[in-house]
């Protein structure tokens, strides 16, 4: 039994995963394509990786998201959002795992967990019926 004068669909449900994390996240990618990538380097840098990866901030934060709040390749671009998600945290935000934040309270790092949880959420349910294209595929 559900809400009262509520439908049930999952795929709204979906939708709006879809909307939530592919929307905000690209807010992410759109400050880093205004103010670059250059930054990521460095934490690159300390693990002994290549600086040119900092460009793969852009298809992880502008293209995926794209991709999700179009429902082309859900899964996929999932996949690489939750990818990017735990290498933010592993490389830059380390410190801030076991932290409370002093404003509001909430955990240090409570947005990228959000974010990585919601995208590895999509990975497992796919776009649902709302989405740009018709025919169902294996990777939406």
């Not at 205004?34 to 293209?63: D, K, R």
């Not at 899964?75 to 935000?93: G, H, K, N, S, T």
């Not at 509001?104 to 019926?129: I, P, R, S």
């Amino acid at each position: 039994m559900g809400i009262p004068f509520v439908p049930r669909s999952d795929d709204i449900g979906k939708l709006l995963l879809r909307l939530a994390i592919g929307g905000t996240l690209l807010f992410h990618g759109v400050f880093k394509i205004q103010q670059g990538v250059a930054w990521i380097a460095g934490p690159l840098g300390e693990f002994g990786l290549p600086g040119f990866l900092a460009y793969g901030t852009y298809l992880a934060e502008v293209v995926a998201p794209i991709l999700i709040l179009l429902g082309i390749w859900t899964r996929p671009a999932a996949l690489v959002v939750a990818f990017d998600l735990f290498m933010a945290i592993v490389l830059v935000l380390r410190p801030q795992l076991f932290t409370v934040k002093e404003m509001g309270g909430g955990w240090g790092v409570e947005l990228e967990a959000l974010f990585l949880l919601g995208a590895l959420a999509l990975v497992f349910l796919g776009a649902g019926k709302y989405r740009l294209t018709r025919a169902e595929s294996a990777l939406d």
